[in-house]
């Protein structure tokens, strides 16, 4: 049974960090590109950041590109997404996922495994 298990999103204020955490299991999580996405309330579900196999390669929206980090511990399976200088705007529940393949890791059509979620409010 596939899971992945997002923890860490809570509430803090403009300019502070969060650190989010994924943990995997079901899937050989070695052979699969992960991503963050975020939805924030009446929007559209989007990309964030995504990392290869073994954690070498990156990929983040513009927009984060600078304040958040995303890595990986294969030997625990899990991912992270460490956030850092945080806005308003950030302000959405965090998805991770498992991506089918290695293109088109902007699109949500490319992942086929999805978390729960935890939510992060940033305050102003």
């Known amino acids: 049974q596939v899971q992945l298990v997002e923890s860490g999103g809570g509430l803090v204020q403009a300019g502070g960090s969060l650190r989010l955490s994924c943990a995997a299991s079901?899937?050989?999580?070695?052979?699969?590109?992960m991503g963050w996405f975020r939805q924030a309330p009446g929007k559209e579900r989007e990309f964030a950041a995504a990392?290869?196999?073994?954690?070498?390669?990156?990929y983040y929206k513009n927009s984060v590109k600078g304040r958040f980090t995303i890595s990986r511990d294969n030997g625990k399976n899990t991912v992270y997404l460490q956030m850092n200088s945080l806005k308003p705007e950030d302000t959405a529940v965090y998805y991770c996922?498992?991506?089918?393949?290695?293109?088109?890791?902007?699109?949500?059509?490319?992942?086929?495994?999805w978390g729960q979620g935890t939510q992060v409010t940033v305050s102003s």
């Open positions: 990392i290869d196999w073994n954690g070498i390669s990156t």
């Open positions: 079901g899937f050989t999580f070695s052979h699969r590109y």
């Open positions: 996922a498992a991506a089918k393949n290695d293109y088109g890791l902007e699109s949500v059509t490319s992942y086929d495994y």
